[in-house]
């Protein structure tokens, strides 16, 4: 896609970090902006910020694990704006908890979320974007923890975000086979600054031998939209974007452990061993 103006965008998360990063950004491509998210408070605030700069945006309080909540977000941006050409299902929560504690309620709450969230979005959404017939994109924000190895130590966040690849590479061959003009693709943000990173986790994940920076939420913005104009269904952050978008930020180191990590976990189930090479 590569024209925005004019053009809607469905953001949800959008009332911090990444998902508001990205709402501003849209915004000031000329995008008619809906952020959602299940914080009334922190949503009325980031909606009258982006105004207070001329943006084009409303707030409609969400909660993206309960269905009919999608739903109405869907009927109040179609009612809106008529079209939904940029869905960014973005909403995420954190999720540690020991397999071997006994209680399921984190599971729940993260599987609600982080899996059943953008499951949810893609139905309420998906079909009406197709049956437009207008150009758009629907994308799911995973995680490193997503996409290279299992951070065992987050058992229900690594197993969400490896969840929403799957479903939305499954996404991306339904609409392959419909010949959709609706596109679908993953996003990958790096350890970003917002209630989720901070140089506390950046520490710790170095510590235990992952090369990783710290970067803003507007990088990650930064990163979506260029992805979203050059048609990447992966958006993350290589070697090219890493020269091209960060002027070199990110450590040569972290393309090297990336690497190894990722072709760790496929070795392993060829050669039908064990995971110690990529549980991280
Ligand atoms: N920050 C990172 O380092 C990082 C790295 C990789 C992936 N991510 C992913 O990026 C996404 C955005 O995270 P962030 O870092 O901006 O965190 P954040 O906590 O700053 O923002 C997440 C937003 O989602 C909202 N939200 C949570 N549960 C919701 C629900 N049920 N319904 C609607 N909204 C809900 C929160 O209120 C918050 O505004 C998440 O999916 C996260 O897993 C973050």
Do not use: C
């Not at 299940?38 to 700069?53: F, Q, Y």
């Not at 397999?99 to 979005?121: E, I, K, M, T």
């Not at 990173?197 to 710290?214: F, I, K, S």
């Not at 002027?247 to 496929?266: K, S």
């Amino acid at each position: 896609m590569d024209e925005f103006s004019g053009r809607t965008a469905v953001v949800t998360g959008g009332a911090a970090g990444i998902g508001r990063a990205v709402g501003r950004r849209l915004a000031r491509e000329g995008m008619k902006v809906v952020l959602a998210d299940r914080d009334a408070e922190a949503l009325e605030a980031t909606v009258g910020e982006l105004r207070a700069e001329g943006a084009e945006v409303t707030g409609v309080p969400t909660d993206v694990s309960k269905p009919e909540e999608n739903q109405r977000l869907a009927d109040a941006a179609f009612d809106a704006y008529g079209a939904v050409h940029l869905l960014h299902l973005n909403a995420g929560i954190g999720g540690t908890v020991p397999l071997l504690d006994p209680d399921p309620a984190v599971w729940q709450r993260v599987v609600g979320v982080n899996l059943l969230g953008v499951v949810y979005g893609i139905k309420a959404f998906g079909a009406r974007m197709v049956e437009s017939g207008e150009e758009g994109v629907i994308i799911a924000t995973s995680s490193g923890a997503g996409a290279e190895g299992t951070s065992y130590q987050s058992g229900p966040y690594a197993a969400t975000k490896n969840a929403v690849v799957s479903v939305v590479e499954s996404l991306y061959g339904e609409l392959r086979d419909r010949k959709a003009n609706v596109r679908a693709a993953l996003l990958f943000p790096p350890l970003t600054e917002s209630s989720m990173g901070n140089p506390r986790v950046e520490q710790w994940l170095r510590d235990n031998g992952v090369p990783t920076t710290l970067m803003q939420p507007e990088d990650v913005a930064e990163l979506l939209l260029d992805g979203v104009k050059r048609g990447r269904f992966y958006i993350r952050i290589n070697e090219t974007e890493n020269d091209t978008l960060f002027d070199g930020r990110l450590d040569q180191a972290f393309f090297e452990w990336n690497e190894r990590v990722t072709r760790g976990r496929a070795e392993a189930q060829i050669a039908d061993t064990a995971p110690d090479g990529h549980l991280w």
